[in-house]
C-alpha cells in the first residue's frame, strides 16, 4: 500500500507530470486550513527535492499569508485515470514575488501569464504515497479558460488594482505582501 521516501524517483515523477490536478495545503498557527485545487500545467519539478508551481491571481490568497508565517505545505495529487494512487510531497515552501530578485529565473519555467501573482518554491522533506482505490475515474475533457480571459481582460494595471482591493489579506485578517514594492 502506501510508502514513504526522501525524495522523488523517476516513475513519481513521470506520475506527476502526467496529472492535470494537484491540491495545494496550507495553514498558519492560527487559522484555517486551506485546501486550493490547482490546474492549468502550473507545476514544474526542478529536481528530486523541489517542486515550484505559478499562482494566478484568484479570489483569495491564503498560501501566501499561511507561508509567510509558517513555512510547510502539502501538495497532493491524485490519480483519476489508471492505476490507483494518491501522492502527497511534504515540505517547507517561501513566496517569491514578482519584486523578489529569485523572480525571472523562476517564472521563466512556466509561459508568460499575465495573472502571475506569485511562485511557491517547495524544498520536499518527505514523500507519501497511498493506495488511492477509492478515488473515482475521472475523464479530462480540457482546461478552462475563463482565468486566463479574465486576466488579460483586466490588463496589468487592473490585477494590480484587483491585488489590492482583494489579495493583500487572507481570511483570518493575516498579510499576504502581494503588492509590489514598485508599485
Not at 513555512?71 to 517569491?96: D, H, Q, W
Not at 517547495?122 to 493506495?131: A, K, N, P, R
Request: glycine fraction near 8%; proline fraction near 3%; include cysteine.
Amino acid at each position: 500500500m502506501g510508502q514513504q521516501y526522501t525524495e522523488l524517483n523517476d516513475k513519481l515523477i513521470d506520475f506527476i507530470e502526467q496529472q492535470k490536478l494537484y491540491f495545494i495545503g496550507t495553514a498558519a498557527a492560527s487559522s484555517r486550513v486551506n485546501i486550493s485545487p490547482k490546474g492549468m500545467d502550473s507545476l514544474r519539478i526542478l529536481n528530486k527535492n523541489r517542486v515550484i508551481w505559478l499562482n494566478l491571481t484568484g479570489s483569495g490568497n491564503e498560501t501566501a499569508a499561511h507561508i509567510d508565517e509558517m513555512s510547510r505545505m502539502t501538495i497532493m495529487f491524485a490519480a483519476f485515470e489508471g492505476n490507483p494512487l494518491i501522492l502527497r510531497l511534504y515540505g517547507t515552501a517561501k513566496a517569491v514575488h514578482q519584486n523578489d530578485a529569485e523572480w525571472d529565473g523562476l517564472y521563466a519555467h512556466f509561459d508568460p501569464s499575465v495573472g502571475a501573482r506569485q511562485i511557491f518554491d517547495l524544498t520536499i522533506d518527505l514523500v507519501q504515497s497511498s493506495c488511492g482505490m477509492a478515488v473515482p475515474f475521472f475523464d479530462y475533457v480540457e482546461e478552462r479558460d475563463q482565468l486566463k480571459k479574465w486576466a488579460v481582460k483586466k490588463g496589468e494595471e487592473g490585477i494590480q488594482a484587483y491585488w489590492q482591493d482583494k489579495n493583500q489579506i487572507s481570511l483570518d485578517g493575516k498579510p499576504t505582501h502581494i503588492i509590489r514594492k514598485n508599485t
